[in-house]
């Protein structure tokens, strides 16, 4: 059992992160399909031991990797290959992980199952945005379950919701970020992360695996460095001293958590670039 769980953890990648509710958890989805929960509040305690940053609980959520996680008030909610299933919080935290529903987004052939990369929660609308394989940006009504569908020109990676504005990123194949406006489906601004020599790892590629958003800062990477940007003059301002492209980023108060693209760990660092810990499945 020790060197199966050596190999599953030398092979293992974290695709999705996600912050429960109350901000005393964390959701890390990976490979094989497996989500884990950690205690953020046992792990940033003063008096954390190695065992804090183990995770509460882990189950098995698709048959596929966790391509993307995202909280609501009450659930939480991860996509896999053509699939959007959601949990409860409550019974995860007792560790009883069954499912509450699954949802399955429409695509143009029944042979086609795209992974879903993104996943991104808007309140206002009460409705859920999916991004992925097929190109496409779906909203999925929360309610009623129903799907509809805006154009997409590129592959698309990621996804972040602007809090105080009708407008969302999302990050591509192409090493763009672009700002979408929700009212009208036009493109607003469009930011070649990959052309700025601070970030720019051509090595590595110019696609953009991961993005969050606090309203005026971004932060994304892939290809080029993850970076934390000021949006408004769309410049960047920390590079953070990571050498392998990341896959996934969220921001939690005045921290970036981040993970890799071949790595089982969640990096913590504060948004000047300081490493603070690491969590490890």
Same mark, same amino acid.
């Given at each position: 059992?020790?060197?199966?769980?050596?190999?599953?953890?030398?092979?293992?990648?974290?695709?999705?992160?996600?912050?429960?509710?109350?901000?005393?958890?964390?959701?890390?989805?990976?490979?094989?399909?497996?989500?884990?929960?950690?205690?953020?509040?046992?792990?940033?305690?003063?008096?954390?031991?190695?065992?804090?940053?183990?995770?509460?609980?882990?189950?098995?959520?698709?048959?596929?990797?966790?391509?993307?996680?995202?909280?609501?008030?009450?659930?939480?909610?991860?996509?896999?290959?053509?699939?959007?299933?959601?949990?409860?919080?409550?019974?995860? @935290?007792?560790?009883?992980?069954?499912?509450?529903?699954?949802?399955?987004?429409?695509?143009?052939?029944?042979?086609?199952?795209?992974?879903?990369?993104?996943?991104?929660?808007?309140?206002?609308?009460?409705?859920?945005?999916?991004?992925?394989?097929?190109?496409?940006?779906?909203?999925?009504?929360? !309610?009623?379950?129903?799907?509809?569908?805006?154009?997409?020109?590129?592959?698309?990676?990621?996804? $972040?919701?602007?809090?105080?504005?009708? !407008?969302?990123?999302?990050?591509?194949?192409?090493?763009?970020?672009?700002?979408?406006?929700?009212?009208?489906?036009?493109?607003?601004?469009? @930011?070649?992360?990959?052309?700025? !020599? !601070?970030?720019?790892?051509?090595?590595?590629?110019?696609?953009?695996?991961?993005?969050?958003?606090?309203?005026?800062?971004?932060?994304?990477?892939?290809?080029?460095?993850?970076?934390?940007?000021?949006?408004?003059? $769309?410049?960047?301002?920390?590079?953070?001293?990571?050498? $392998?492209?990341?896959?996934?980023?969220?921001?939690?108060?005045?921290?970036?958590?981040?993970? $890799?693209?071949?790595?089982?760990?969640?990096?913590?660092?504060?948004?000047?670039?300081?490493?603070?810990?690491?969590?490890?499945?």
């Amino acid at each position: 059992m020790e060197v199966q769980r050596a190999l599953e953890r030398l092979h293992m990648t974290i695709f999705s992160q996600s912050v429960s509710p109350c901000g005393k958890f964390l959701a890390a989805g990976n490979n094989y399909g497996q989500i884990a929960i950690f205690s953020l509040s046992a792990a940033l305690s003063s008096e954390a031991k190695e065992e804090s940053k183990k995770p509460l609980v882990t189950f098995v959520a698709h048959d596929g990797p966790v391509y993307s996680l995202v909280s609501t008030d009450r659930h939480l909610l991860s996509a896999g290959d053509g699939e959007v299933k959601a949990w409860l919080w409550g019974e995860i @935290i007792k560790k009883g992980c069954k499912e509450v529903w699954s949802r399955h987004p429409p695509y143009r052939s029944s042979l086609e199952v795209p992974e879903i990369n993104a996943l991104l929660l808007n309140p206002k609308e009460n409705s859920l945005l999916l991004a992925g394989g097929d190109c496409q940006l779906h909203t999925m009504d929360l !309610e009623t379950g129903s799907f509809t569908l805006r154009g997409h020109t590129d592959y698309i990676h990621c996804l $972040a919701l602007r809090e105080r504005s009708p !407008e969302v990123l999302s990050g591509g194949e192409d090493g763009t970020v672009r700002l979408w406006d929700l009212r009208t489906g036009e493109e607003v601004q469009t @930011i070649e992360v990959y052309r700025h !020599e !601070e970030c720019a790892r051509p090595q590595n590629g110019k696609w953009i695996g991961c993005l969050a958003t606090d309203s005026d800062w971004m932060v994304c990477g892939g290809g080029p460095a993850l970076t934390l940007w000021h949006l408004r003059s $769309a410049t960047p301002t920390t590079v953070f001293p990571l050498r $392998a492209p990341q896959k996934h980023v969220t921001f939690y108060q005045d921290l970036v958590l981040t993970a $890799a693209g071949n790595s089982c760990r969640v990096d913590v660092f504060t948004n000047l670039g300081y490493r603070a810990f690491s969590l490890s499945f």
